[in-house]
C-alpha cells in the first residue's frame, strides 16, 4: 500500500515561510507526478503545485508566485516551500501522486500537516 508522510507544517505570522516536507512510498514515487493539495475547514481540498519525475511543474493560482514545488527522486521525497504566506493560508496540507500531469490525485492520502497562518 501507498504510504505518505507529510512533515513541516507549523503556526507562522503573516508574511512568513514554511517548508513542508513529503517522503512517498518507493513503488510511486519513481513514475507518478507528485503534487501537494491543500485543504481548509469547509472547502474541498484544491492542488497547490505538482512537479514530475523530471522535474516539470504546474501551479495552482490560490499560491501562485508564493510556492515553489520540488522533489528529491534519490530520497523519495518531495517538498514544497510556502513564501508570503498570509492567513487565509491556513489549511491542512497534504501529498499524493497523481495520475497524470494535469490528472486527478489517487485515492490514497496521509495525514497531512496542519499549517496556521496568524495575522
Known amino acids: 500500500q501507498v504510504q505518505l508522510v507529510e512533515s513541516g507544517g507549523g503556526l507562522v505570522q503573516a508574511g512568513g515561510s514554511l517548508r513542508l516536507s513529503c517522503i512517498a512510498s518507493?513503488?510511486?514515487?519513481?513514475?507518478?507526478?507528485m503534487g501537494w493539495y491543500r485543504q481548509a475547514p469547509g472547502t474541498q481540498r484544491e492542488l497547490v503545485a505538482a512537479?514530475?519525475?523530471?522535474?516539470?511543474?504546474r501551479y495552482g493560482d490560490s499560491l501562485k508566485g508564493r510556492v515553489t514545488i520540488s522533489r528529491d527522486n534519490a530520497k523519495n521525497k518531495v517538498y514544497l516551500q510556502l513564501n508570503s504566506l498570509k492567513p487565509e493560508d491556513t489549511a491542512v496540507y497534504y501529498c499524493?501522486?497523481?495520475?497524470?500531469?494535469?490528472?486527478?490525485?489517487?485515492?490514497?492520502w496521509g495525514q497531512g500537516t496542519q499549517v496556521t497562518v496568524s495575522s
Open positions: 518507493r513503488s510511486i514515487f519513481s513514475i507518478n507526478t
Open positions: 512537479v514530475t519525475p523530471v522535474g516539470t511543474t
Open positions: 499524493n501522486a497523481l495520475r497524470s500531469f494535469y490528472g486527478s490525485p489517487y485515492d490514497n
